[in-house]
Nanobody
Framework: QVQLVESGGGLAQAGDSLRLSCAAS????????MAWFRQAPGKEREFVTA????????ITSDSLKGRFTLSRDNAKNTVYLQMNSLKPEDTAVYFC??????????????????WGQGTQVTVSS
């Protein structure tokens, strides 16, 4: 079955960097657009960033542009979320998601077919 396994979360201080990874199995990775969402306590799941199956197209939440960068390595079936200049408001559970390829990239959770279990990121001030 399809599995998306996130890693790299943890505790950080404001201004630090973290890199999250999401390793996929059970699917043909190169046929899927990939994305990250996050969810803070008491809030709805929020779009972070997405990348096309080939990696030639990315979109990022306007509020996170310049700090968060998404990349992928199709040979390793893995996507990477580089998070720089972390802020306490970045504290959330971060989820990796996969969408069977179709043209363009989407920002709504309902558009994605598979999800990981999430990894906690906590940023202290």
């Amino acid at each position: 079955q399809v599995q998306l396994v996130e890693s790299g979360g943890g505790l950080a201080q404001a201004g630090d960097s973290l890199r999250l990874s999401c390793a996929a199995s059970g699917l043909t990775f190169g046929n899927y657009n990939m994305a990250w969402f996050r969810q803070a306590p008491g809030k709805e799941r929020e779009f972070v960033t997405a990348i096309s199956r080939s990696g030639d197209l990315t979109i990022t939440s306007d509020s996170l542009k310049g700090r968060f960068t998404l990349s992928r390595d199709n040979a390793k079936n893995t996507v990477y979320l580089q998070m720089n200049s972390l802020k306490p408001e970045d504290t959330a559970v971060y989820f990796c998601a996969a969408e069977r390829w179709r043209y363009g990239l989407r920002r709504k959770p309902d558009d994605y077919d598979y999800w990981g279990q999430g990894t906690q990121v906590t940023v202290s001030s």
